[in-house]
């Protein structure tokens, strides 16, 4: 069904304009690198949900494999809608704020935290909502590079340059420091 004046789509839910889905760079941005191509839903647009196994922890996507099936089954379900509108685009990924993974995204914020919370709790009714709803579960088992590969750093040769946690047998590095910072904190979970 199009979408009404009177569903409940919070403001912060990050619909993409089915255009604009297969015109980004692979891999898929964060949510928060793409604000300015979210659009708000009007009357008469068609709303697509999509979810997704995510085979990694921090991208459900990393090789841009799914993308194209992806793409492929929102087509098919697009000729089959019916409506005059847009078609707008709602994937768990690009549709709700992200948790920071590397030193250039910004660092996770109360106001993004709050507003996934809000994004989440709103999920079914999107859902209810959706002319069509697509869960992608396969797997490509591609590989991203490096994956998988044990890497072995002296100690010595971190000095006072970043923030290491160990967990369990393996230590992880955490952040870049400042020349002033205290190096290592250790600790076991």
């Known amino acids: 069904m199009p979408i009404t004046g009177s569903m409940r789509i919070p403001a912060e839910v990050g619909l993409l304009p089915l255009e604009t889905l297969s015109?980004?760079?692979t891999p898929w941005p964060r949510y928060q690198e793409i604000c300015h191509l979210h659009r708000r839903a009007e009357p008469d647009d068609r709303l697509i949900v999509i979810s997704?196994?995510?085979?990694r922890q921090l991208h459900p996507d990393p090789t841009g494999t799914r993308e194209r099936k992806l793409l492929q089954f929102v087509q098919g379900c697009c000729a089959r809608?019916?409506?005059?509108?847009?078609?707008?685009?709602f994937i768990d990924y690009l549709g709700m704020p992200q948790r920071p993974f590397t030193l250039q995204h910004s660092p996770w914020s109360e106001d993004e935290l709050a507003s996934a919370s809000r994004i989440k709790?709103?999920?079914p009714w999107l859902i209810y909502c959706a002319d069509a709803v697509i869960f992608l579960s396969c797997d490509t088992g591609q590989a991203v590079e490096g994956e998988g590969v044990r890497?072995?750093?002296p100690?010595?040769?971190?000095?006072?340059?970043c923030l290491l946690h160990q967990?369990?047998?393996?230590?992880?590095q955490v952040a870049e420091l400042q020349s002033d910072a205290k190096a290592i904190q250790l600790y076991d979970q």
Request: glycine share 14%; proline share 3%.
């Open 23 to 25: 015109e980004l760079p």
């Open 52 to 55: 997704q196994v995510w085979s």
């Open 81 to 89: 809608m019916r409506g005059q509108g847009r078609t707008l685009v």
């Open 121 to 123: 709790e709103a999920l």
């Open 151 to 153: 890497y072995r750093i």
């Open 155 to 161: 100690y010595d040769s971190f000095g006072n340059q």
């Open 167 to 172: 967990v369990g047998k393996g230590i992880v």
